[in-house]
């Protein structure tokens, strides 16, 4: 025998009133405002307020899943109208909350198209177009509009390229991608014949392909579309600066190694962690037996990803520390994200603060794989970082090294001022 | 209503259920290997070749292949069919970091649901591998779907949420370099979830009605794919959870993680013990056939021991006094399951990750480019047929009322005689 939820097979019967409505107004037999005005009241007043609130709230570590099953229960027994509510209660919610809340809508939504009723494309429009929602909801609310409405997608996803929801903007950037790839591709054999024929697109010339990839590479974030825009483009003729595009800082301090033997440096507050005296020397991890002193040197990566190898800029070496700092001039007092990759134990601080740490060495490195969030000053603000070696002997475990990079939260890089504009000669008096 | 047949009307189900819980019983294969995780339905008959095409309708996919599923983005999960639905995880997104389960009509192939989650551990993982690479698990009124970002979504055969998990949420730092594997076991009112990796590693015991913790273990810190396996007592209370890890074998109480032995032997990493009768095949020094001790302090003691029976990167089966190992050549070896003695070797090609299951009397191996290769078992093994699905499969079969289930890179397959 089939087993249902029982809360949902509980809350089903009494729902079948606001169904009611929501097909009737589908049928056009009353508009839909009437119908969100003639849902019942246990969808719009303080109990589902409640339960979505105990949604938006769920605590990590299971502790209140009894609470947070109950209040699925209640709020995924509403009717489609209430979609943009339950969708808005995303805005709130941490990472827990947000996939109850998620699972609600999905139920919602599925059960009114299976019912052979619509969503309310209108309004769940309005919800994707208004920025101030989260952009997981937008996103969530986008793939059930386009199929409430074959035309949204082609309408929206134009206005995409800058929005701050990653994955809205990455439908974007592929739009445009697709229409270059059109631009460039070669003429099909025979279609076109005579003296001069050129083998370009049917349409027009690179020079057009080349702005529309450029209008991409502008809106893009995502590792992969980067690429095939810097491939499309250097054919073309331009040259990308990848370090520039994803906001990489490549121009360093280093100075180590630092030991770490037995892995126990993570710990230890060397002198960097106090204060950054650039032209100080300290003892370092002694060298073969004998005792070493370390200063700081300067450390530029060449590297199109923005990679510091450590083994390069001071020694190969296990059971290791090393720092590095950096200052970053931000043009503005704003939110960002220091994003680190690298398979090695780091520790990273933001203007003398903390911001991320994680212990686990040679388990795997992504970019943008450890994220460290914190506010940016306007203009100074300084950048440690500390990267440790362990004393595995596998070859696979001998990388030492990391890369950096400052970002907003949807991954656009902020451009730091240059150098020159914050000279002091340029400073108007 | 006369009483004996209300009697019987109540009576029977629990005994046909009873029946069904030794072998994968005709209508569900409820988690990794089956419902107790063996690999084996011996009752079952399937198709030996599919993809023939008889006819030049383009619709028709070929002899023996009842559907063909389209899926979502990536994983490397095996199926589970349960209450008359397939059950298949996935993960899309540019950081693979859109869960999904989805749910597909055993009849028609038909999707019937899908839910989507968003991960909240670590989505990092090998491109062989895929953040969808555990194989779900069932109650049969429950489905536990779990992601090598430590979320587990435990939801309804109607694909409504009972309770939600963000395992690596809790546990930031609990993830392995190329992505964890393990699958989720159900025993009784309890899944277990094996979590060991180089970071936060522990193993759990969840409330399978409210997903909230019984019980968590720390355990080594040292990189671990493989899999829970249940080993049945004399009566359900006596079931014991073992967990396989780098140092040691260990059995717990399934409902309170409490240890009731532990073994102490290198064990692999990545092919999963299976039992059989009471016995436990364990990946240690090649294979290694643990039986119950008499002898005090001892809980098990060595049966045999043979290091030609390592497997590769897929697990052993046993039934019927024979033991099956696919290793690293690959090559298909059978040894006698008291004593560890070799019997006949048959050269199968390619890799295998998938765990071949044994149905009548037939082993069916597939291998990472999808070639199915059905060995007819006996005195010696032959090929009896390969089948190619023309696009990775990595996740281990399922098998259900006279069905197969392939879980290719982009498709789900149903395989049987009768459409």
Same mark, same amino acid.
């Given at each position: 025998m089939r087993m249902q939820n029982p809360i949902i097979k509980k809350r089903r019967l009494g729902t079948i009133a606001a169904l009611l409505f929501a097909a009737a107004a589908s049928a056009g037999i009353i508009s839909q405002s009437a119908a969100a005005e003639k849902t019942p009241a246990r969808f719009s007043g303080p109990k589902f307020a409640q339960a979505l609130k105990t949604l938006r709230?769920?605590?990590?570590?299971?502790? %209140?899943?009894?609470?947070?099953?109950?209040?699925?229960?209640?709020?995924?027994?509403?009717?489609?109208?209430?979609?943009?509510?339950?969708?808005?209660?995303?805005?709130?919610?941490?990472?827990?909350?947000?996939?109850?809340?998620?699972?609600?809508?999905?139920?919602?939504?599925?059960?009114?198209?299976?019912?052979? %009723?619509?969503?309310?494309?209108? +309004?769940?429009?309005?919800?994707?177009?208004?920025?101030?929602?989260?952009?997981?909801?937008?996103?969530?609310?986008?793939?059930?509009?386009?199929?409430?409405?074959?035309?949204?997608? %082609?309408?929206?996803?134009?206005?995409?390229?800058?929005?701050?929801?990653?994955?809205?903007?990455?439908?974007?950037?592929?739009?445009?991608?697709?229409?270059?790839?059109?631009?460039?591709?070669?003429?099909?054999?025979?279609?076109?014949?005579?003296?001069?024929?050129?083998?370009?697109?049917? /349409?027009?010339?690179?020079?057009?392909? /080349?702005?529309?990839?450029?209008?991409?590479?502008?809106?893009?974030? %995502?590792?992969?579309?980067?690429?095939?825009?810097?491939?499309?483009?250097?054919?073309?003729?331009?040259?990308?600066?990848?370090?520039?595009?994803?906001?990489?800082?490549?121009?360093?301090?280093?100075?180590?190694?630092?030991?770490?033997?037995? +892995?126990?440096g993570f710990d230890v507050v060397y002198p960097p962690e106090k204060a950054i005296e650039l032209d100080a020397e300290y003892e370092g991890k002694p060298l073969e037996g004998k005792a070493r002193q370390v200063k700081w040197i300067d450390f530029e990566t060449q590297d199109d990803y923005g990679i510091v190898d450590l083994n390069a800029a001071v020694g190969k070496a296990n059971g290791v520390a090393a720092y590095a700092w950096a200052e970053f001039n931000s043009p503005s007092e704003q939110p960002a994200e220091l994003r680190l990759g690298r398979d090695n134990a780091n520790k990273m601080w933001l203007n003398g603060k903390v911001i991320h740490e994680q212990r686990v060495y040679h388990s795997g490195a992504d970019m943008d794989q450890f994220i460290g969030r914190g506010q940016l000053r306007k203009g100074k603000n300084t950048i440690l970082v500390k990267v440790l070696q362990n004393e595995q002997k596998e070859e696979w475990a001998q990388t030492w090294g990391f890369q950096l990079r400052v970002c907003d939260a949807t991954g656009v890089a902020i451009k730091p001022q240059t150098a020159a504009e914050n000279s002091p000669s340029n400073v108007k008096k | 209503m006369n009483s004996q047949v209300v009697l019987l009307r109540r009576v029977l189900p629990a005994i046909v259920a009873g029946a069904c819980l030794s072998f994968a019983c005709g209508t569900d294969w409820l988690q990794f290997r089956g419902n107790d995780g063996t690999g084996v339905a011996p009752d079952a008959n399937l198709p030996v070749a599919w993809g023939k095409k008889e006819s030049v309708d383009k619709n028709d996919l070929g002899e023996n292949i009842a559907w063909r599923?389209?899926?979502?983005?990536?994983?490397?999960?095996?199926?589970?069919?349960?209450?008359?639905?397939?059950?298949?995880?996935?993960?899309? @997104? $540019?950081?693979?970091?859109?869960?999904?389960?989805?749910?597909?009509?055993?009849?028609?192939?038909?999707?019937?649901?899908?839910?989507?989650?968003?991960?909240?551990?670590?989505?990092? !993982?090998?491109?062989?591998?895929?953040?969808?690479?555990?194989?779900?698990?069932?109650?049969?009124?429950?489905?536990?779907?779990?992601?090598?970002?430590?979320?587990?979504? !435990?939801?309804?055969?109607?694909?409504?949420?009972?309770?939600?998990?963000?395992?690596?949420?809790? =546990?930031?730092t609990a993830a392995n370099d190329v992505g964890m594997a393990a699958s989720p076991l159900v025993v009784g009112k309890t899944v277990v979830v094996q979590v060991e990796n180089k970071g936060d590693s522990f193993a759990a015991g969840l409330d399978t009605a409210t997903g909230e913790t019984r019980w968590r273990l720390a355990r080594?810190?040292?990189?671990?794919?493989?899999?829970?396996?249940?080993?049945? @007592?004399?009566?359900?209370?006596?079931?014991?959870? *073992?967990?396989?890890?780098?140092?040691?074998?260990?059995?717990?109480?399934?409902?309170?993680?409490?240890?009731?032995?532990?073994?102490?032997?290198? !064990?692999?990493?990545?092919?999963?013990?299976?039992?059989?009768?009471?016995?436990?095949?364990?990946?240690?020094?090649? *294979?290694?056939? #643990?039986?119950? =001790?008499?002898?005090? @302090?001892?809980? $098990?003691?060595?049966?045999?021991?043979?290091?030609?029976?390592?497997?590769?990167?897929?697990?052993? $089966?046993?039934?019927?006094?024979?033991?099956?190992?696919?290793?690293?050549?690959?090559? *298909?070896?059978?040894?006698?399951?008291?004593? @560890?003695?070799?019997?006949?070797?048959?050269?199968?090609?390619?890799?295998?990750?998938?765990?071949?299951?044994?149905?009548?009397?037939? #082993?069916? !191996?597939?291998?990472?480019?999808?070639?199915?290769?059905?060995?007819? *078992?006996?005195e010696q093994g032959k090929i009896a047929a390969e089948n190619d699905f023309g696009e990775p499969v990595l996740g281990t079969p399922a098998v259900a009322d006279g069905a197969i289930y392939f879980r290719g890179d982009s498709h789900l397959f149903k395989i049987a005689s009768e459409r």
């Open positions: 709230s769920v605590e990590p570590n299971g502790v %209140d899943n009894a609470a947070a099953a109950q209040a699925w229960g209640d709020v995924a027994a509403a009717g489609a109208a209430q979609l943009p509510t339950v969708l808005a209660a995303i805005d709130e919610a941490g990472p827990l909350g947000a996939n109850w809340l998620s699972a609600a809508v999905q139920t919602i939504a599925d059960r009114q198209l299976k019912q052979g %009723d619509k969503l309310p494309a209108a +309004e769940l429009e309005a919800f994707v177009l208004d920025k101030q929602h989260a952009p997981r909801g937008r996103r969530l609310a986008f793939e059930w509009l386009v199929r409430a409405d074959n035309t949204a997608a %082609d309408r929206l996803t134009p206005g995409f390229l800058f929005d701050p929801s990653p994955e809205l903007r990455r439908d974007a950037v592929a739009r445009l991608i697709a229409e270059g790839d059109k631009l460039v591709k070669p003429r099909t054999k025979g279609v076109h014949k005579g003296v001069g024929r050129d083998d370009r697109g049917p /349409q027009e010339s690179p020079e057009v392909a /080349q702005k529309v990839y450029d209008k991409a590479l502008s809106g893009a974030v %995502d590792l992969d579309q980067v690429k095939k825009l810097k491939t499309e483009l250097e054919k073309l003729g331009e040259k990308v600066d990848l370090p520039l595009h994803f906001g990489f800082v490549t121009r360093w301090k280093v100075i180590g190694p630092f030991d770490n033997t037995g +892995e126990k | 599923a389209d899926l979502p983005g990536r994983g490397v999960s095996g199926p589970i069919v349960v209450g008359g639905k397939v059950i298949v995880t996935s993960t899309s @997104g $540019v950081k693979h970091d859109r869960l999904h389960v989805l749910a597909f009509d055993v009849a028609s192939g038909k999707l019937l649901w899908e839910r989507q989650f968003w991960a909240t551990g670590r989505t990092l !993982c090998h491109p062989t591998s895929s953040v969808a690479a555990p194989t779900p698990a069932s109650d049969g009124e429950s489905i536990f779907a779990f992601y090598s970002s430590n979320d587990l979504v !435990c939801l309804d055969l109607d694909g409504n949420l009972k309770w939600f998990r963000g395992l690596g949420y809790d =546990s930031p080594e810190q040292s990189m671990n794919w493989t899999s829970p396996a249940v080993l049945r @007592g004399k009566q359900p209370a006596d079931d014991a959870v *073992l967990l396989q890890s780098p140092g040691v074998l260990s059995a717990l109480r399934p409902e309170t993680g409490d240890l009731l032995w532990s073994y102490a032997t290198g !064990c692999s990493i990545i092919p999963s013990l299976t039992t059989d009768k009471g016995l436990v095949y364990l990946p240690a020094s090649g *294979l290694t056939a #643990l039986k119950p =001790s008499d002898r005090p @302090g001892s809980h $098990v003691e060595v049966a045999w021991s043979e290091a030609k029976l390592g497997p590769g990167s897929s697990s052993p $089966v046993v039934y019927d006094g024979k033991v099956y190992v696919i290793n690293g050549a690959p090559a *298909l070896t059978c040894a006698d399951a008291k004593t @560890g003695k070799v019997l006949w070797r048959l050269r199968l090609s390619g890799k295998f990750w998938a765990t071949p299951v044994l149905a009548g009397d037939h #082993l069916y !191996c597939v291998n990472d480019q999808g070639l199915a290769q059905v060995v007819e *078992l006996g």
